[in-house]
């Protein structure tokens, strides 16, 4: 090796610690800063708070599908001429009604029948 070569291999170890060094202080930072906000908030609770707001949004979203796919059913059950056409499309409403079912069910066992078990005991 040269001089030039072994000067610019020291030059980017030191620009490498620098880096690892930032990379270091941008991760633990944000960490520190949480510390705080972490006392305040349980972590159950905002997960709690998340599913419920994800399983709002599921619900909305399911519901359209759910009366799209039923309407799509629903015409090709009432305008086709083919038998077998019209048995898979009343078995695809009896699915699409089913599955709209549990996914609602869910919503209410959630809402209704989990609060009696807060704490992990039961409470009427």
Do not use: H
């Not at 705080?36 to 419920?52: G, L, P, R, T």
């Not at 056409?85 to 079912?101: E, G, N, P, Q, Y």
Request: proline share 2%.
């Amino acid at each position: 090796m040269n001089c030039t070569t072994e000067k610019q291999a020291a030059r980017w170890k030191c620009v490498r610690r620098v880096m690892d060094t930032g990379m270091v202080m941008v991760s633990v930072l944000p960490t520190m800063a949480m510390t705080s906000y972490a006392a305040s908030v349980d972590v159950w609770a905002k997960s709690s708070e998340i599913m419920q707001d994800v399983y709002t949004q599921i619900v909305s979203i399911s519901t359209v599908a759910a009366v799209v796919c039923a309407a799509v059913a629903l015409l090709l059950m009432n305008f086709s001429k083919n038998g077998k056409t019209v048995d898979d499309s009343r078995a695809w409403l009896k699915r699409i009604a089913i599955t709209w079912a549990i996914l609602n069910g869910l919503g209410f066992i959630m809402a209704y029948v989990t609060p009696f078990f807060q704490g992990g005991t039961w409470t009427p």
